[in-house]
Nanobody, 125 residues
Framework: QLQLVESGGGLVRPGGSLRLSCAAS????????IGWFRQAPGKEREGVSC????????HYADSNKGRFTISRDNAKNTVYLQMNSLKPEDTAVYYC??????????????????WGQGTQVTVSS
């Protein structure tokens, strides 16, 4: 089983920034699609962003377009999610997950087989 470990979460004020990292353990990320998903209290898990294995394509949810940027460094076996202009509604547990299928249209949660444990992001003044 693939192991993914998220880090970089924390408490930030509205308008602030965080960079989340998703590191792979025991396998090479370079062949995998990596997605970021989040789940807020009392809400369903939703897609945030995903990136193709080469890093040349990415999808973003409408709610974070222009604010979030996904990137990957295959040499470091890590995928990043840079989050700027954070809002209270971005508060959630953020998860990264891996897939062998690149969906040309969007990030589809049930296409991702292996998940990390999540990292908490709290946006509050």
């Amino acid at each position: 089983q693939l192991q993914l470990v998220e880090s970089g979460g924390g408490l930030v004020r509205p308008g602030g920034s965080l960079r989340l990292s998703c590191a792979a353990s025991g396998f090479t990320l370079e062949h995998y699609v990596i997605g970021w998903f989040r789940q807020a209290p009392g809400k369903e898990r939703e897609g945030v962003s995903c990136i193709s294995p080469s890093g040349d394509s990415a999808h973003y949810a409408d709610s974070n377009k222009g604010r979030f940027t996904i990137s990957r460094d295959n040499a470091k076996n890590t995928v990043y999610l840079q989050m700027n202009s954070l809002k209270p509604e971005d508060t959630a547990v953020y998860y990264c997950a891996s897939s062998l299928h690149w969906n040309q249209a969007m990030c589809v949660m049930n296409e991702y087989a292996d998940w990390g444990q999540g990292t908490q992001v709290t946006v509050s003044s």
